[in-house]
């Protein structure tokens, strides 16, 4: 059973988020799609599908915006956000199974709600491996369509009219335009051949930080985009230590992290660390023996002479090798909770500028 409904909601879908939803309380569907989430979510993807399951994507939501949490307080605040799920539920309050949400094209541009096509979980008592393998292949179907829809309507003639004295007619265009702004760490430029690494700091940090874009989006899309969530959690998010362990962990313990990523990447987040003042990328080769260094010290099993090429190519200022390390760095904090937080944590700064890291040196602990 299917059918199309109206909701209201404070944010945009996805054109290819297909999100569940549950009135029933059924134990066998949810109790699965928990244990089995992971492979869920990779079976959509497969489909070019993103796979929303709110129980799951809220406690991930409140714990990805505010980090510094308690567990009381982040249970307090996920049930809280739970709420928003009720509008979703109203929507399929007549339906006596679970069901999935697609979002659809609204041919009425005048009209805010999204439109979206509800698609029960049916099935009876077949495996649940076989009927959400089914149900993402429907679900795909439908995404498709609508997609192939949307690309027509940017082009559908709505109306005519006859101006001028001569009864001229002219057509006018279906315009249609998702309500939804631009996320500036998404406008993804390409770097200009061979240029320099400073010119290419930020772009090789937006073009490596794509690759956790479905996450983010997932997260911010869900209807509880950061402005949502500080009308739930009405406070400030502060700052947490930053804690460098004797054998070279980075630690967060006010959020509860470990901060990982590979020894090139660390390498050079550990050398800014102990610059506050900032490093120019022109100036790089000035730093390579101490990177050398902090290198060797992180990993010091393999070749020497492959370890002194890596540092040399990460110290060339004409090399785009410091600009991949830096955008791993910034990946490896925005992964975890959201940029406003992450930004005062990995290295930024303007072309021409010394690069740095902004936290505060007071934060900041060598064990």
Not at 63 to 91: C, G, I, N, Q
Not at 143 to 157: G, I, L, N, Q
Not at 203 to 225: D, F, P
């Amino acid at each position: 059973m299917s059918k199309t409904v109206y909701i209201d909601l404070p944010f945009i879908p996805e054109e290819n988020q297909v999100i569940f939803v549950d009135r029933t309380g059924n134990r066998r569907v949810n109790n699965y799609i928990r244990k089995h989430y992971g492979e869920l979510s990779t079976l959509f993807r497969k489909k070019n599908l993103i796979f929303c399951y709110p129980p799951i994507l809220f406690r991930d939501v409140v714990d990805y915006h505010f980090p510094h949490l308690s567990s009381e307080r982040r249970e307090t605040y996920v049930e809280s956000a739970k709420s928003l799920t009720s509008l979703f539920a109203d929507s399929v309050a007549d339906m006596c199974r679970p069901a999935m949400l697609v979002p659809l094209c609204n041919e009425n541009e005048t009209d805010k709600r999204t439109k979206m096509e509800v698609v029960e979980i049916g099935g009876g008592w077949w495996p649940l491996e076989r009927i959400f393998s089914k149900l993402a292949d429907k679900l795909s179907a439908i995404v498709s369509a609508e997609s192939k829809k949307r690309h027509e309507m940017e082009y559908m003639p709505r109306f005519s009219v006859k101006v001028g004295e001569d009864n001229r007619e002219i057509d006018g265009l279906f315009s249609f335009a998702r309500r939804k702004g631009q996320d500036v760490r998404y406008s993804l430029v390409a770097p200009k051949p061979e240029c320099p690494a400073d010119d290419g700091f930020n772009t090789q940090s937006l073009l490596i930080i794509a690759e956790i874009k479905e996450r983010i989006a997932m997260l911010r899309n869900m209807g509880v985009n950061t402005a949502l969530l500080h009308q739930i959690v009405d406070e400030n998010v502060p700052l947490s230590r930053l804690v460098i362990t004797s054998d070279f962990r980075i630690l967060l313990p006010d959020y509860h992290l470990e901060i990982k990523m590979s020894s090139l990447p660390k390498a050079v987040y550990l050398l800014f660390l102990k610059h506050p003042e900032g490093i120019l990328f022109k100036e790089l080769a000035d730093y390579y023996d101490e990177l050398l260094e902090i290198y060797l010290s992180l990993n010091p099993i393999g070749s020497r002479e492959k370890h002194e090429k890596s540092i040399a190519d990460i110290t060339n200022p004409l090399l785009n090798s410091i600009n991949e390390k830096c955008a791993r760095i910034r990946e490896a904090f925005v992964g975890n909770f959201d940029d406003s937080i992450a930004k005062n944590y990995y290295i930024t700064g303007a072309r021409a500028t010394p690069k740095r890291i902004a936290l505060d040196t007071g934060l900041v602990t060598w064990e």
